[in-house]
């Protein structure tokens, strides 16, 4: 089965802080790929970035980075020098080579505070 | 990039009616689109594939017969929520594949329809 966990529901920081949204996936299949979605307040899903499993390079885009670490299955989600505009509800999904399906993690909301 | 749109953006119904939500890919022909339902505070939840000119697959516990889809075309999947009650009130998403150059499938997302059924 395939399955999505985010543990943390909601965390609040002050602005300039760093902060790390943590994924950890599970499935039985050797090729998936990993995504990550911001939803802010206006409901429109964003994408941030998609990794496959064959690619555990880890990836930085400005202030965001992402660790992907097979050996613990999980995707985490780094926010360096988190802005205020930062504040939305981050989820992280997972897809197989076998279905077209997303399995969405349950989110994370992250508030940022000037 | 590629571009999904969703009308209506909102819709406020009475209990009974019915509603329709349009998906339509905007520049680009989409033979699968994906319809998800996101509570308050939730997740988003797949509700059905919806593929062209095929019935559409429904995920389990969700009723084919309260939510209609219709994928006539290549740019355009209706979601029709039928006798909606106000249980039905949610924020509904859609979603349409379009192959990517590298050979893999990417998601494109529209903006969300929230349905209120008072």
């Not at chain 1, 543990?7 to 994924?23: M, N």
């Not at chain 1, 097979?70 to 989600?77: A, G």
């Not at chain 2, 939730?42 to 697959?57: F, V």
């Not at chain 2, 009130?89 to 969300?112: D, H, K, R, V």
Request: glycine share 4%; with cysteine; charged share 20%.
């Amino acid at each position: 089965a395939q399955k999505v966990t985010q543990a943390q529901t909601e965390i609040s920081v002050v602005e300039k802080e760093d902060v790390t949204l943590d994924c950890v996936y599970e499935t039985r299949d050797t090729t998936y790929y990993l995504f990550w979605y911001k939803q802010p307040p206006s409901g429109e899903l964003v994408f941030l970035i998609r990794r496959n499993s064959f690619d555990e390079q880890n990836e930085i885009s400005g202030r965001y980075s992402w660790n992907f670490q097979k050996s613990t299955s999980s995707f985490n989600f780094t926010i360096t020098a988190s802005q205020v505009v930062d504040s939305a509800v981050y989820f992280c999904a997972l897809r197989t080579l076998n279905t077209d399906k997303l399995i969405f993690g349950t989110g994370t909301r992250l508030q940022v505070f000037p | 990039g590629a571009v999904v749109s969703q009308h209506p953006s909102w819709v406020i119904c009475k209990s009974g009616t019915s509603v329709k939500i349009e998906c339509r890919s905007l520049d680009f022909q989409a033979t699968t689109m994906f319809w998800y339902r996101q509570f308050p505070k939730q997740s988003l939840m797949l509700m059905a594939t919806s593929n062209e000119g095929s019935k559409a697959t429904y995920e389990q516990g969700v009723e084919k017969d309260k939510f209609l889809i219709n994928h006539a075309s290549l740019t355009l999947s209706t979601l029709t929520v039928t006798s909606a009650h106000p249980e039905d009130s949610s924020f509904y998403i859609c979603s349409a594949f379009l192959p990517s150059p590298s050979g893999t499938y990417e998601q494109y997302f529209g903006p969300g329809t929230r349905l209120t059924v008072t």
